[in-house]
């Protein structure tokens, strides 16, 4: 079986552009988290979805957004890219509605210049 | 909201000794304690993780131990190798268990 995958892998953006990224869980999965990880610091919780429903909201602007769709992958949003948008941004799937047991993604690299 | 902390941020150790990682977090209600193991350009992985309920939990070579009281858990790294080597990180979920909060990371370094 596959892991959890994400696209692309890296990406280059301008200030005020619009970003997607895509998450494809584990198979059999139905939880998907999404989070940013800046150079040296922990992953920050943006997002967690079960079901096609929002289960968790971090502490992000509403230029964040995200969905789950039937087949439980998951796209993550950002409107009007930001200088501090630069980061890694992770995508995790489980098996249950928690965010226990997580299997991460090799993430998404944004930069935006 | 929850907060967690790690300490020290960066911990060397020669292989065969043991590594011992310590994180305090804040919401007392908070149940579910894992520790993630992130290497150089890789995703993180989970390691080890404690519920609430119960005080020490062992796998091989690792360990972790809840102090609830004290609001802080460790992470306990016996006859470490140079493979051991990476940046760990400890969480926390908080009340409603809707959130993940993540430490900052220790950067454990393993002298061979």
């Known amino acids: 079986d596959a892991g959890v995958t994400q696209s692309p892998t890296h990406l280059i953006k301008t200030r005020g552009q619009h970003v997607t990224l895509r998450c494809s869980p584990i198979?059999?999965?139905?939880?998907v988290s999404w989070y940013q990880q800046v150079l040296g610091q922990g992953p920050q919780f943006i997002f967690q979805y079960y079901e096609k429903e929002e289960r968790g909201r971090g502490n992000f602007p509403d230029r964040f957004s995200a969905r789950q769709f039937p087949n439980y992958s998951s796209e993550l949003n950002v409107n009007a890219l930001l200088l501090g948008d630069s980061a890694l941004y992770l995508c995790?799937?489980?098996?249950?509605?928690?965010?226990?047991?997580?299997?991460f993604g090799s993430g998404t690299q944004l930069s935006v210049l | 909201g929850e907060n967690v902390e790690q300490h020290p941020s960066t911990l060397s150790v020669q292989e065969g000794d043991s590594a011992v990682i310590k994180c305090t977090y804040s919401?007392?209600?908070?149940?579910?304690f894992p520790w993630y193991k992130q290497e150089l350009g890789k995703r993180p992985q989970l390691i080890i993780d404690i519920r609430s309920n119960v005080g020490e939990k062992k796998d091989q070579r690792i360990a972790v131990t809840l102090n609830k009281t004290a609001k802080h858990f460790s992470l306990h790294i016996t006859e470490t190798q140079p493979e051991d080597s990476a940046v760990y990180f400890c969480?926390?979920?908080?009340?409603?268990?809707?959130?993940?909060?993540f430490g900052k990371g220790n950067q454990v370094v393993v002298i061979p």
């Open positions: 919401d007392s209600a908070s149940n579910y």
């Open positions: 995790a799937s489980s098996l249950g509605a928690t965010l226990e047991k997580l299997f």
């Open positions: 198979s059999g999965h139905k939880s």
């Open positions: 969480a926390a979920t908080p009340r409603g268990n809707n959130r993940l909060a």
